[in-house]
């Protein structure tokens, strides 16, 4: 075994190596600090979060394989680190202003953050079947224990449970998944598994189960049908920064690798890239996608209707828009998986941007009920026009940054050919069926009256400024967005 090779990747582990020693430092420091002083720990995630970021940006990211092609550097898996580390440092900025976590120490809670956010750049960059599965439980089981951090609260605690058991079957059905393409196979190395499937000696049947079992891993991952049951009961009961970060980070880590796999182990040619996208004839996957997008985005958004709590109807909406993000699956043309990137980059902001109007109202109203935003836009009226701007966004409306991103996803669709239009339409309509409930959050907190006892409140500068970083390039991105298009696009070239 070559172990200079080992000693050669080191240089382009960087990133990750920071991240690792950001941990130890956050643990450390929270051994120092008293409980009082424990949030001070932030700042000790924050500068290692800025430092990771730094490297991934200066670090040469041609694609080459690392550690003996178990990880990759390239600019698809630099695209996704760039965006999951701009969600960790809003998350550990709302962490550090929420009333749910005052009682609590800080150090355990921010390293386990960046424990996630390690496995999901090995994650994004894993192109080795033991490396997705390694990674995948390095996201997963800091995810179960954040979900049930708040321990006095019951409905956390059901939260932390349920995930587990979840995550626990999905996570054995996939790795049962893998084990089959091994024998099929004979390797775990993706690019060999897609050689020894072009040699044409693998039964069609047993290679569609195969891919039904390993979506069953990618699906958990992106809370898509049928593995959403985790999500709004996770989404409800897990505190609020962590609710939007799992809605974004780990969701975005899961398409990555969905699209890393299926471009390079079943691409019809022998040199997987993102510029020749010929699905393998004998297979059905662009089909199988295409059924589980419609019935997510159908699921997601008809039972977000219903929903009175705010998290709980944030994750239904959650649910629908993986389902949209999937429509660029399913076509898997180079315009479809830009369209997929694009709209990840921009449901990053909106998202998030909602979770935190949510914690704010939480902070000073304490309440997630739906009804009890009544009149609260006239009580904070930079709130609640933030507020409207971010649902207009999540909808799809014009001149959000969420317009755009659809218009992408639908334009893909619409190029990819005649036999997707239907999937097309289907979108349009699910968008129309989400402006209801949406619109319903801006309708209560501007078109009903408040009560008597309602006191006007003034949120904390901190969010404030917050809310700001994220609604301006909701707004901006939806005006000039060449700029993000233009890196997206050089994105997607890998390894």
């Given amino acids: 075994m070559d172990y200079q090779s080992n000693i050669t990747s080191l240089q382009y582990f960087i990133p990750e190596l920071i991240l690792a020693g950001s941990i130890l430092l956050v ?41 003996f ?31 749910e976590l005052e009682r609590y120490r800080f150090g355990e809670y921010y ?10 750049f090995l994650l994004v960059s894993a192109v080795d079947l033991l490396m997705i599965y390694l990674s995948l439980e390095m996201v997963s089981i800091p995810s179960y224990i954040l979900a049930g951090y708040l321990k006095n609260r019951q409905r956390s605690n059901e939260a932390s ?63 898509s049908v ?81 929903q009175e709590n705010i998290k709980r109807m944030l994750a239904y909406s959650s649910i629908a828009h993986a389902g949209y993000i999937l429509m660029g699956a399913v076509v898997l043309t180079q315009q479809g998986v830009f ?35 009544r009149g ?7 709130i609640g026009v933030v507020m409207a701007v971010f649902m207009f966004a999540l909808t799809g409306l014009p001149p959000t940054a969420g317009f755009i991103g659809k218009f992408y996803l639908f334009s893909a669709l619409i190029e990819a050919g005649q036999e997707f239009y239907w999937l097309a339409v289907v979108g349009i309509i699910n968008s129309v069926i989400s402006f209801y409930y949406y619109a319903r959050v801006v309708k209560v907190m501007f078109f009903e009256d408040a009560p008597d006892s309602l006191e006007t409140v003034k949120p904390r500068a901190w969010m404030t400024t917050l809310v700001t970083l994220l609604v301006i390039p909701t707004i901006i991105l939806g005006l000039y967005w060449n700029s993000i298009a233009e890196f997206t696009l050089k994105s997607l070239q890998f390894f």
Avoid: C
């Fill in 111 to 120: 390293g386990l953050i960046l424990t996630m956010v390690l496995g999901m």
């Fill in 376 to 382: 609260l836009g006239f009580k904070i009226p930079y």
């Fill in 27 to 67: 643990i450390i420091a929270d051994l120092i600090l008293s409980k009082r002083d424990s949030w001070r720990s932030a700042y000790y995630a924050f500068a290692g979060v800025v430092a990771t970021f730094i490297a991934v940006i200066v670090m040469d990211n041609s694609p080459r394989g690392l550690f």
């Fill in 161 to 223: 449970l349920k995930y587990v058991i979840y995550g626990g079957v999905a996570s054995g059905i996939m790795l049962y998944g893998f084990s089959i393409l091994f024998g099929l196979t004979g390797s775990t190395n993706l690019t060999v598994v897609h050689q020894a499937l072009l040699g044409g000696n693998v039964s069609t049947v047993t290679l569609t189960v195969t891919i039904l079992l390993i979506l069953t891993g990618f699906g958990f991952k992106i809370a």
């Fill in 339 to 373: 369209a997929m990137l694009y709209y990840l980059f921009v449901y990053l902001f909106m998202n998030l941007g909602a979770f935190l109007i949510v914690i704010i109202i939480s902070n000073n109203y304490d309440t997630e009920t739906i009804d009890d935003y």
């Fill in 69 to 99: 092609d178990t990880v990759a550097v390239d600019p698809f898996g630099t695209f996704f680190k760039v965006l999951i580390l701009i969600a960790t440092v809003f998350t550990i900025g709302i962490s550090m202003r929420t009333k």
């Fill in 226 to 306: 049928p593995f959403h049951f985790w999500s709004p009961d996770v989404y409800e009961g897990a505190p609020t920064p962590i609710t939007g970060f799992l809605s974004v980070a780990p969701k975005a880590a899961g398409f990555a690798i969905l699209i890393r796999f299926f471009n390079v182990v079943f691409v019809g040619n022998t040199t997987p890239n993102m510029t020749e996208w010929f699905v393998m004839s004998s297979l059905p996957w662009p089909e199988i996608l295409a059924a589980i997008s419609a019935m997510t985005m159908f699921l997601g958004n008809l039972v977000a209707i219903k």
